[in-house]
C-alpha cells in the first residue's frame, strides 16, 4: 500500500473505472471521466483515498499510514495548482468537498461534508471572489451544521437525546431567524441574517458539544475525512450492508474535490439529466436544470427546475428558458458530452453538472436509473444503434423491470409516498384499485353496475368463484401462498393478497376493522398484489405495456440466447392458447383437479364430493363415471390446444379433504344424491379431516388407496388423445403422479397406465398414442431414492414448493407467525417459497437430477412449482441442468428473459 | 452338478450342516446327525435330491437332469442294504418319506408324502412285517388321501370348487363310514373297516380325477419327488417368501427317508423333546410321547402324550408312565444323544424321535423355539456352562423375547388362537385386559372398586390424565403415534392402541360399535399393545418377567460388548430414577413441556395457556414467571436424580395450539384470569390454529419469536444446575434446541444461552456451569446443513420421528388412511415409523453425522426419536457411529441387547 492517494482532474487521473475496488464506485468513476482519453470531461479536480486505507484504519484503532499525510497534501497542492486557488488562502480559497465511496453504492447510508475550507479567513476570501456575501455565509452555515453533526458529534460517538442533537438545534436557531423576519423560506434569509447566524450557530455547537467549532482549515479536512472512514461502521450503514450482503471487510474510499459553485450568480447554475428519457427509453437528451443554484436546490423541489431542452418541457415547466435557448454555447458542450458518454459507457447514463460562472463542471456520471418501458425500448434500440450487442441487451432488462410491464401497478411515485395500511402475503401479482365487498354475492351485484370492487374474505372457497372472478383483487385475512385464493388468483394472474393478519374481518356488519380503524363496504382500498400491500383509497394506476414492440424484439432475442424451455401452468385451453401468445412452448403443469377449484357450474364439484365421500368400490365408481366427462373435456381441448407441444397432466394431487362441502345446504343435497343421512354424510366427511393434510392421504396416496381413480384420470387422458389422433390432430400427453416418495408407488399406478393404454388402443383401433409417464419430486426422501424413481419415470418435474415445505418443515399456510420474524432478523436472507433455497432444497434438486440421470440418461427433467417464474431459482434450474421450468403464463416472458439471462452468465 | 443326490444313515453321511444351500435345512441336518463323527445318530437311511436340481427343474421346463434317476436309484439301493427290506418288495417292503427341505425353514409352506412305495403287492408284506393289519391298512388310506391331494391334484394343478377337491371328498367318506359304526374317533375303524375304505378311495379318486392311483412304487416315488418341487411355487409358498424375504433361486431339496413307524405295538412309540425346558429355560430334559402311535399323533392332540421323565409330568399327563420307567435303556440312549447334541450344536434341540420294536430312531433335530425367559435362561446358564461364550450367549436372545420378559402380555397360545376385533396403532407395549369405560371419570371411579378398565376415548385430551393413570389400558379411535394418547401412555410404559378408526364410538349411550358388533359400558376387552390387536373378552396374560437374575447377567454382559451409550427418555425425576435402574447411562431427551401432559394438577397448564394467548410480551412475561417454578422444580429433580450423568433437556416442541383448551369451563376461568372476554380469549385461540401444526410455528420457531420463552427454559435449567452445585453435587446439563432448519437459529438462542448463563453465574456467584449447546437435527434441511449448524452446535440429536416425517411428507397423525395399504401392497416394506427407513431417511442421517463431524470432529451424536428403542433402529444408529440412543425407559434393556448386538455384527 505505497499509493494511497489517487489524483484526478485537468484531463488526467491516477485511476480508471476497472478500480472500483481500491477506489469506490464514486472514485473510479470520477477517474474514468477526468482520465480517459475518450471523455477528459471537465471535472472539479481532486483526489481520492484508498479504500485499503479505511481497512488499515480500522486494523489500527482508527489510525492512519504514517504516509498519509505527505500524499494528502501532495494531491492538494496539485488541486490548489490546477483550480488557481490555495486551501486556507484569505484571498483566493479553495473549498472542498469530503465523500464517502465504496466499491458498491450505498445510497444515504454514510456522511459527506461540503464547503471543507471555510473559515473566518477563508470566508472573506470568498466574498471577495464570488463577490457574494450572501452565498458566502450561507455556504459557511451550511459547513457549521454539516460538520458539526457529522464531524464533531456523529463520528465522536457522542449521543444526544431524541431532538436535543446538535444539528437539530441549529436548526431551531435558523426557524427563529425566519419567524423573526417573518419570512418562510431559508433563501429569504439576506447576508446580513446569514452573518448573524453564524455567530448564533458557532457558540451554540461549544454550548453542545462543549468544543470550538474549528477555524483551521486542515483541521477541518483532516477531520471529515475521519467523520466518512467513521461513518463506515456507522449502525445505518452496518445493517444496510447486512442486508444487501455488502462485506464489511471491504470499506470505503473518500474523496476530497474543489467544491464548483452553481450559485453565484446568474452566470451560474446547477442541472441533472438523462442521456436518454428514463420514463420511455427514446433516445432524446432529458433534463432539468435551475440557474444561480447548489445541487441540493434541484433535489429540495423548492424552486420549479428549468427544461434543458425544448423534449424536457411539461405542464409545470413550459414557461421557464430551456438551457439550449439560455446557454446556448454551455448546452452544445452537454451536447457532445453525452455522445460521448453514451459511447464509452455504452449505456444511458444519469449526469450532474454545474455551471460556475460559464465554466461547466461534470460532477458525476452513473449508469440512469429507468422504468421497465424505458429499459426495454433501450436495450432494444441500443441494440439496433450497434451501441450493445445482444448479449448485453438481453443483461441490460431486469426480470422485475419486466414484471412491470406485464401487469398494471399502482403509480410507483405515489405508492413510494403512501403508507400501507396492512402487509399480507403477495399471492397474485400486479396493482389494483376498487371498492371493497364482503361476499362473492355483493361483488357479482356491484361489478354488474359496473363498480370496481375488491372483495375481502376471511378465506375463500369454491363457492366464491364468481365474486373472485368479477372482483379486480381478492384480499383475504387468512390463507397462505397455497390456500384457494392465492391459486385461484395466480392461476388468473389477478391481483391478490391473502393471509392479512391485521384484518379483523364482521362479515354480518359488513366491516372490517384494521389496527383499530375502521372501514365499510364500498370504502376504497389499492393493493400492490406483487408486494402484499394494501393501502387506503384509490391510488392512481399505471397501466401494463404489453403490446410493445420492443418487447417482443427483446423477448425473441432472448430466445436465441436461452437453453432451458419455458413451459407454462394452465389448466383449460383458453389459459394454454393465452400462454402459447406468451410463448410457452409446452404445459409443464395441467391439474386435473383445477375445475373443483371453480369455473361457473358448481355441477364437476358436486360430482368430485360424492366420490370423496363415497365409502364401497362401487358408489365410488359412480361417482367417477359421472366426473368422467368434466375432467376429459378440458383435458382434450387443451392438448389440441398445444397442437403437439407436450402437455404435462398431473393426476389429482389435494387431499380430499379441502372439496369436503362448508355449507350446510350443500350438505343437504350431497346426502340426497348419495341417498344416505346428513349424520352419515357427516360422519365420512369427519373421516377426511387430517391433522396434518399436506402430509397426509393426497396425490400418488390416493392413488394407491383408490386406483380406480387414477384409472378415470388415465383413461380421460388416452382416450382425448385417442380421438384427437383419429381426426387427425398432433398430440404429446405426459402423465404425471404427484407426492411420490418410493419407486414402488409409481410401479403400481404404471401398472394402472399400461392397462388402460391398452385397452383404448383396442377401443379406438389405433396402433400408438405418444406419451411418457412420470413423476413429480417434491418429497424429499424421493429426490434421494430418484436412482431407483428413474427406472420407471421417464420424466421428472421439480414441485419446490412442497420440497420447501417439508425440507424446511414449514407449512406454507402457516409461516405467517414465524417468517417474517425470519426474514428481518436475517435468520433467512430470503423467503424459501419466493427464491429456491440453494444451500438446502437446491442440494435435494441435485440429487434428485444426478441420481435420476445416472439410471436414465436422457431423462427429461423440469420444475413446476411457482420457483419455475422467479428468476433467480430459474437461473438456478439453468445450473443444475434442468429441460425445461413451468411457470404461470403470465410469468412466461419473465422466464423467457431469465432463461436468456442464466445461460449468458453460466457461459462467462 | 455332478453329485445331485447325498445319502445319510449307518453311521455315514455325503454331506453335512454347513452345506445348507445345496441340501437344505432338513437334509443338512440329516447328514448331520447321520454322519457327523461327534453324532452319528440313529437316523432312518434316506438320502437328499439338491436345490440344484429344483432350480435345474425349473429352467428346463420341468425336467430333472439326465443323471438323476440312476443317483436315485443307486442310493435307493443302499438304503435297502441298510434297512434289509426292498422297495416294492412283497415280502418285506421299503416304504419311504418324501419331503420338501429348503435353505431356509417354510414352515407348513410346502409339501410332504409319506408312506410312499405302499402298493396292493407290498402292502401284504407289510401286513406280515409288521403282523398288523390294522395298520397298514390305515396307512394305505394315509397315503391315498395325501398322494390324491398333493400329487395328483395339487401339483397338476388341477383346480376344483371350494369343498370339492379329492381331499375333502375322501374325508367325507371317512367320517361317513364312522357315523355308520356310530364311532367318532378314526381309531375306533378296524382293520376291515380301513381296508373296504381304502377300496371307496381308489374309486373315488378314479371318479373325481379321471386317473387311477398308481400301483407302482416308483410312479409313486418320482411322481411324489416332482409334487415336492412344484409346491416350491405354490400360491402359499411364494407369498411366504415375498414377506420373509427369501429368493425364489434358491429352491427346495427333497429328501426321501425310510419311513419308521412307532404305531406298530406296544414296543413302538414317538415323542417329541427339548433338552431344556423351553418355558423356563431349566437345564432338565423336557418332553412327551405316545406308545403305539405315530408323529402326526403326538401332534393331533386326540391322545395325552406321556411325559418323557418325572420333571415333564404336569396335571394332565402326572397318572402316565414315563418313558425314563417304561423303556429305561432307550430313556438312557436318547439322554446320552441329548448330552451329545448340545454339546455339538451349543444350544437348545427340539427332538423328535421314534421307536420301532424296541428300536430309537431320531427324525430330527433343531435349534429349539423358546419363550422369552427360557431364551435368557438358556443364554446365561449356557455362558456358566462354557458350552458358549458371552459373543454367542448375547446373540442367542432376541429383543422381542427380551420385550416379552419386561411386560405382561396376552398369553400367546390362547392369542394365536384368538380373532382380533380390530386393528390400531401399537402406541404402548405389553397386554392388558379390563373393562371398557368411555370417560376418564368412569375409569376413576370404578378403579376406586378395583375394577380393571380400558379407557375407550375417540381422542384423548391433558383433561383425560387421571382416568389414563388409572386405566389397565389405553384404547383410542384417531389420533397417531404421536398423540396425545399415545406420547402419555410410551412414558408410563402403558398398554395403549390409538387411532383404531373402526370404534364408532357413542359416548352418551356409553356404547361403541365394531363392525356392526355393539359394546356396553363393562364389557370386557383385552388389547395387545405391542401389535395394536384389540380381543373381545378376558383373555389370560402372563405376568412380566423383570426381576430376574439371569437378565441382569444377560444385560451386563451386552454392556461390556457394546460401544453405544444408552440414554432413556425422561421427564421427571421418578422416570429418571426407574430408567438408571434398567442401566440408562444418562437422559437423552427430557421435554420441558412434559408436564402439560399431565400430571395430577391443572396449574401449570392453566399457566401456560395463560402464556400460550398472551398477546403482549408483558403479559407473556407474566405468565412466564409463574410458569417457572413449574419447570424448574421438575428439571432439578431430574439433574439430581441422574448425578452428574448426562441430562439432555428440550426446550419446548410442540406447536402451541395443542395446548389451547377445548372445554368451556376452561375458557372461562382462562379469560377471567386474563382479565380479557371470552370472544377475545376466542379470538386469540382461533389465531393459534394450524393448518399443518406440524410444520408450523413450533420449536425454535417458538424461541425466534418469543425469545423470552428460550429464557424462562434455560433460566430454569442452569439455576437448578447452580443450586445443586452449590449444594455439592454434580450435573451435566445439554441445553437441545428443537425443530432447527438453519445456524442462524442457534446462534440467536445461543445469545440468550450466553447472556442468561453469565446472569446465573453472577447471582450464584459461582464460576462455572458445565453444559452443552446442541441442536435437534428433525428437519432434512438440517441435515443437509449440518457442516453450518456444527459450528454452533456442541451435540446433535436426531429426532428420527419428524425426520421420518417430513422426509416422506407422512404426517404419523394421518397415515392410517394409506400406510396399511402401502404395507399390504408391499409398496413399503416396514412402517418407517417403526423402523428407520435406512435407504431414504437413513441417507440424511449419515449427511448430518459426515457434515457435523466435519466441522466438529468431536460432535457427540445420539438419537431421541422412538426409533432409538427399536433394534434394527439401534443396529443402523451404531453403524452410521452415532455416540448413544435414548428410548422410553421400558425399552433400555432391549437397547443395551440390540447395542451389544449391534456391535457384535459389526465385527463380523
Known amino acids: 500500500m505505497s499509493r494511497m492517494v489517487y489524483f484526478f482532474g485537468g484531463g488526467k487521473a491516477d485511476g480508471k473505472a476497472s478500480m472500483k475496488n481500491l477506489l469506490g464506485g464514486k472514485g473510479a468513476n470520477l477517474a474514468e471521466m477526468a482520465g480517459h482519453k475518450d471523455l477528459k470531461l471537465p471535472v472539479p479536480p481532486g483526489f481520492t483515498i484508498t479504500t485499503e486505507v479505511c481497512t488499515y484504519y480500522y486494523k489500527n484503532k482508527n489510525k492512519y499510514p504514517k504516509a498519509l499525510k505527505e500524499q494528502v497534501e501532495k494531491n492538494l497542492k496539485k488541486i490548489e495548482a490546477l483550480m488557481g486557488r490555495n486551501f486556507g488562502d484569505a484571498d483566493n480559497p479553495l473549498l472542498v468537498s469530503v465523500r464517502s465511496g465504496a466499491r458498491k453504492s450505498m445510497p444515504g447510508m454514510m ?27 450561507d455556504s459557511y452555515r451550511r459547513l457549521i451544521m454539516m460538520y458539526s453533526d457529522v464531524v464533531m458529534e456523529k463520528a465522536a460517538g457522542i449521543e444526544s437525546e431524541e431532538g436535543m442533537g446538535v444539528r437539530k438545534q441549529l436548526e431551531r436557531l435558523m426557524s427563529e431567524a425566519k419567524k423573526r423576519k417573518g419570512v418562510t423560506n431559508d433563501t429569504e434569509l439576506d447576508a446580513q441574517d446569514l452573518k448573524k447566524l453564524c455567530v448564533k450557530f458557532k457558540n451554540k455547537v461549544k454550548e453542545v458539544l462543549n468544543k470550538d467549532f474549528p477555524d483551521d482549515p486542515y483541521e477541518q479536512l483532516w477531520n471529515a475525512i475521519g467523520a466518512v472512514f467513521s461513518s463506515w461502521k456507522g449502525k445505518r450503514a452496518v445493517s444496510y450492508r447486512r442486508i444487501e450482503n455488502i462485506p464489511d471487510e471491504w470499506g470505503t474510499a473518500v474523496n476530497v474535490q474543489t467544491m464548483v459553485f452553481g450559485n453565484i450568480g446568474d452566470d451560474s ?100 436509473k429507468r422504468n421497465g418501458i424505458a429499459a426495454v425500448k433501450m436495450a432494444v434500440s441500443m441494440l439496433k444503434e450497434k451501441l450493445i450487442d445482444k448479449k448485453v441487451a438481453v ?42 365487498v ?120 432472448c430466445d436465441s440466447l436461452r437453453r432451458l424451455k419455458i413451459r407454462t401452468n394452465a389448466d383449460t385451453p383458453q389459459d394454454a392458447l393465452r400462454a402459447r401468445q406468451f410463448g410457452a412452448e409446452g404445459i409443464g403443469l395441467f391439474r386435473t383437479e383445477h375445475m373443483f377449484y371453480g369455473k361457473g357450474s358448481e355441477e364437476p364439484l358436486f360430482k368430485l364430493r360424492k366420490m370423496i365421500v363415497s365409502k364401497t368400490v362401487d358408489e365410488r365408481k359412480t361417482a367417477l363415471d359421472e366426473l368422467y366427462k368434466h375432467v376429459k373435456s378440458d383435458i382434450k381441448g387443451t392438448l389440441e390446444a398445444m397442437d403437439g407441444l407436450p402437455v404435462t397432466i398431473r393426476l389429482i394431487d389435494p387431499p380430499l379433504h379441502e372439496f369436503v362441502p362448508h355449507q350446510a345446504s350443500g350438505m343437504d343435497s350431497l346426502a340426497r344424491s348419495l341417498g344416505i343421512s346428513i349424520e352419515e354424510l357427516e360422519k365420512r366427511a369427519a373421516n377426511l379431516r387430517e391433522t396434518n393434510p399436506m402430509m397426509g392421504h393426497r396425490g400418488v396416496r390416493l392413488g394407491i388407496t383408490y386406483p ?73 426422501r424421493a429426490t434421494l431414492l430418484a436412482g431407483d424413481i428413474a427406472q420407471v419415470a421417464e420424466f421428472f418435474s421439480f414441485g419446490t414448493n412442497d420440497l420447501t415445505q417439508m425440507g424446511f418443515g414449514f407449512s406454507r ?75 404461470s403464463p403470465f410469468r412466461v416472458p419473465i422466464a423467457r428473459l431469465a432463461a436468456a439471462q442464466a445461460a449468458l452468465k453460466d457461459k462467462k
Open 438 to 557: 364482503f361476499s362473492a354475492e355483493e361483488a357479482v351485484e356491484w361489478s354488474k353496475d359496473k363498480k370496481p370492487v375488491i372483495l375481502l374474505r376471511e378465506e375463500t372457497n369454491p363457492e366464491d368463484v364468481e365474486g373472485m372472478r368479477v372482483a379486480q383483487a381478492i384480499l383475504t385475512a387468512r390463507g397462505g401462498m397455497t390456500s384457494h385464493a392465492a391459486l385461484v388468483a395466480r392461476g388468473w394472474g389477478k391481483c391478490c393478497i391473502v393471509g392479512c393478519g391485521s384484518l379483523l374481518i364482521d362479515p354480518v356488519k359488513k366491516e372490517v376493522s384494521i389496527d383499530g380503524r375502521t372501514f365499510k363496504k364500498g370504502d376504497w382500498f389499492s393493493l400492490n398484489g406483487t408486494r402484499g400491500y394494501v393501502y387506503e383509497g384509490q391510488l392512481p394506476m399505471l397501466q401494463s405495456g404489453q403490446q410493445n414492440e420492443s418487447l417482443d424484439a427483446l423477448l425473441k432475442t
Open 813 to 887: 399456510d402457516d409461516i405467517g407467525g414465524f417468517l417474517p420474524e425470519y426474514l428481518k432478523e436475517n435468520i433467512l436472507f430470503a423467503d424459501p417459497f419466493q427464491t429456491i433455497d440453494q444451500d438446502g432444497i437446491g442440494e435435494l434438486i441435485k440429487f434428485g437430477i444426478q441420481r435420476g440421470r445416472k439410471t436414465r440418461k436422457k431423462l427429461k427433467i423440469g420444475i413446476c412449482g411457482e420457483h419455475g417464474g422467479e428468476p433467480k431459482s430459474i437461473e438456478f434450474c439453468h445450473k443444475v441442468g434442468m429441460d425445461y421450468v413451468s411457470c
Open 708 to 780: 380406480e381413480v387414477t384409472e378415470m384420470q388415465i383413461r380421460a387422458v388416452l382416450e382425448s388423445a385417442a380421438e384427437l389422433i383419429k381426426s387427425g390432430k398432433k398430440v404429446l400427453p405426459e402423465i404425471m403422479i404427484p407426492v411420490v416418495c418410493d419407486k414402488n408407488e409409481l410401479i403400481k399406478q404404471k401398472e394402472i397406465m399400461d392397462k388402460v393404454y391398452s385397452e383404448v388402443l383396442k377401443k379406438y383401433n389405433i396402433k400408438k398414442i405418444p406419451y411418457l409417464f412420470g413423476t413429480m419430486m417434491e418429497i424429499p
Open 395 to 436: 443483461m441490460r432488462v431486469t426480470p422485475e423491470q419486466l414484471d412491470e410491464l406485464l401487469h398494471p401497478i399502482i403509480d410507483p411515485k405515489v405508492e413510494l409516498k403512501t403508507r400501507p395500511l396492512a402487509k399480507g402475503l403477495p399471492a397474485g401479482p400486479g396493482g389494483a384499485t376498487g371498492q371493497i
Open 269 to 368: 447554475a446547477t442541472g441533472v439529466a438523462f442521456t436518454r428519457n428514463p420514463a420511455n427509453g427514446e433516445n432524446k437528451f432529458y433534463g432539468e436544470y435551475l440557474v444561480n443554484a447548489q445541487g441540493e436546490d434541484v433535489v429540495a423541489g423548492i424552486r420549479t427546475p428549468a427544461p434543458l431542452n425544448a423534449y424536457s418541457t411539461n405542464e409545470q415547466n413550459g414557461n421557464l428558458p430551456t438551457l439550449e435557448k439560455s446557454m446556448p454555447k454551455l448546452y452544445r458542450q452537454l451536447c457532445g458530452i453525452r455522445g460521448g458518454l453514451e459511447k464509452h459507457y455504452h449505456d444511458m447514463q444519469d449526469i450532474e453538472f454545474t455551471i460556475e460562472k460559464d465554466k461547466l463542471y461534470m460532477l458525476q456520471t452513473r449508469v440512469g
Open 111 to 137: 456522511e459527506t461534508v461540503l464547503n471543507v475550507g471555510l473559515t473566518e479567513r477563508t470566508l472573506k476570501g470568498l466574498i471577495k471572489i464570488t463577490q457574494n456575501e450572501r452565498f458566502a455565509y
